[in-house]
């Protein structure tokens, strides 16, 4: 039986698939995301509240971007707002006013096991935000490039971007832990 | 009996006791705050918590702050966060970069009544971020200038800062809706 992932997010379940190399279930349940800037503790919540709602053995994924020039912590796991109220053009311009562009990318995949036990896996790559670039990608994929790249995330092909993306990093440590 | 108050800050509390005029009972009841840009929703879901937890009738309050440089929606409820991760040095500092100053704050006041029925009372007052000033207040207070205002929240004695702030206009609709 397909493991099940609990995203409303297609791009995400296609990414992930392809970085597992097997088919998953979609589970498009809305776990509440709660306030916090540590994104495991925003990860432990949402195991918790599928674990609450009886979905059973399940995969859960959040990504994260943090810049350096606000500290290194925003805007962390509220990336998705900052995405909806500024757009990647204003999260570029931002940067570009505090002539800072470091940033890191970073994924966390919640996997909640049969017996009900939760596991996480941590994926991080550093690089540098630049004006939206490429249209292959999703969320901050446009403005995120890698250190040591040319191409943005959203320049990337799949394959390209797999390899050295911070979700693909993640979901590669949980397909070793599945034993796959 | 004394109106229960759910918050862990004693600021808030003290300043919720001055403007409705009646002492509370505080409850330090940790309400998980969901990750949402619509206030409304935040304090919805909190309620909505309140509720399940079985408090009883209880007033629950909620401040955001909006930059106009960050497209009038951030940081919002997300504040606290941000506060956390620059400090109100690094907030001014944020807006200065935009060359926009112009700011508003906003507070919610929830109040679950006997019935467990849902009211909620907006106040919010424009204004701009300044370096900080004062040491009165809590929260973004040293950094909002209310307009025509001279004095920061944190340079007002707290009388001047109920008059004016969003959290005085919110608490004094809870009041008269309370009959006080």
Same mark, same amino acid.
Do not use: M, Q
């Given at each position: 039986m397909a493991l099940i992932f609990v995203t409303?997010?297609?791009?995400k379940l296609e990414e992930a698939e392809a970085i597992l190399g &097997?088919?998953?279930a979609q589970e498009k349940l809305d776990l509440p995301e709660i306030q916090d800037l540590d994104p495991h503790e925003v990860m432990r919540q949402k195991l918790l509240a599928a674990k609450r709602?009886?979905?059973?053995?399940?995969? &859960? *994924? /959040? =990504? =994260?971007l943090t810049l350096e020039c606000l500290g290194g912590r925003l805007p962390? #796991?509220?990336?998705?707002?900052?995405e909806e109220a500024l757009g990647t053009e204003g999260i570029a311009s931002l940067a570009e @006013?505090?002539? /800072? #562009? @470091?940033?890191? +990318? =970073?994924?966390? &995949?919640?996997?909640?096991d049969e017996e009900g036990d939760m596991h996480v896996f941590d994926g991080s790559i550093a690089g540098s935000i630049v004006p939206p670039r490429g249209d292959k990608d999703f969320g901050y994929g446009p403005v995120f490039l890698p250190d040591g790249a040319e191409r943005t995330f959203g320049e990337m092909s799949r394959? *390209?971007?797999?390899? &050295? =993306? +911070? @979700?693909?990093i993640a979901f590669r440590k949980l397909r070793a832990h599945l034993g796959r």
């Open positions: 409303g997010n297609a791009r &097997v088919p998953l709602e009886g979905v059973g053995a399940c995969i &859960v *994924e /959040d =990504s =994260s962390g #796991p509220f990336i998705k707002w900052f @006013r505090y002539g /800072d #562009p @470091r940033a890191t +990318s =970073s994924t966390i &995949v919640g996997y909640l394959e *390209e971007k797999h390899a &050295v =993306s +911070s @979700r693909g």
